[in-house]
């Protein structure tokens, strides 16, 4: 069947550390992929998207690999501030015409 | 300011009655999607709409209808049928379905089933 995986434990880093964010899937051949950030109680917030085709996509400190033999897409926030803290969802794009959300990992900044 | 508008913020309802919860977008955008989250999970995708007058189903559409009679409006009811409503219901659009950009999501509803 398919699936999109996170890690569904917390992750907790200090502030000004890089945090590494994972997504991995299975029976896709995603086109897309997507990372969003969603606040406790909002909608979620478009961050970046990375096509099948590129490796590597940054965004000021975001940073978003996609490895497609890995079947998984690393996402980097480089010196993390407490303001980084939130819940990150990736989310694909494979044949059906909408997306796929994983569900999800929080990430907790420490000061 | 251009955006996704859903309403109510906050929603309760008896066991058993009907309840429709409002999307509206001023974005022009032709794509838009109703997802439902639960707690701890990941977004499920219920229905969706690349044009106006239609829409298909999405993972769990048992138990919800739509509508897509304008452009800028995709109204989800809740059924009775629906076994477990209680969850936070996203609304988002698209540019484009076709496009596979990013979607714009609205603040969500959240639905309290007593």
């Known amino acids: 069947s398919q699936k999109i995986e996170q890690n569904s434990e917390a992750l907790n880093i200090q502030e000004g550390k890089t945090a590494t964010l994972t997504c991995n899937y299975t029976?896709?051949?995603?086109?897309?992929l997507q990372w969003y950030r969603q606040d406790p109680g909002r909608g979620p917030v478009f961050l970046l998207l990375?096509?099948?085709?590129?490796k590597e996509k940054r965004k000021e400190r975001l940073k978003v690999t996609f490895d497609t033999t890995l079947k998984q897409s690393l996402f980097h926030i480089t010196a993390s501030q407490p303001a980084d803290s939130a819940t990150y969802l990736c989310a694909l794009v494979a044949g059906r015409r909408a997306l796929t959300f994983g569900s999800g990992t929080r990430l907790q900044v420490q000061p | 300011d251009g955006g996704i508008t859903q309403s109510p913020k906050y929603l309760f309802r008896k066991e058993g009655q009907n309840v429709t919860l409002s999307c509206e977008q001023n974005?022009?955008?032709?794509?838009m999607y109703w997802y439902r989250q639960d707690p701890g999970q990941g977004l499920r995708l219920i229905y969706y709409?690349?044009?106006?007058?239609?829409?298909q189903k999405g993972d769990i559409a048992e138990g919800y209808s739509v509508s897509r009679e304008k452009k800028e409006s995709f109204p989800l009811t809740v059924t009775s049928a629906q076994k477990n409503p209680t969850a936070f219901y996203l609304c988002?659009?698209?540019?484009?379905?076709?496009?596979?950009?990013?979607?714009?999501f609205g603040e969500g509803s959240r639905l309290t089933v007593l």
């Open positions: 990375i096509r099948e085709n590129e």
């Open positions: 709409s690349q044009i106006v007058n239609d829409f």
């Open positions: 974005l022009n955008h032709d794509a």
């Open positions: 988002a659009s698209s540019i484009d379905s076709r496009y596979h950009g990013e979607l714009f």
């Open positions: 029976n896709y051949s995603p086109a897309y």
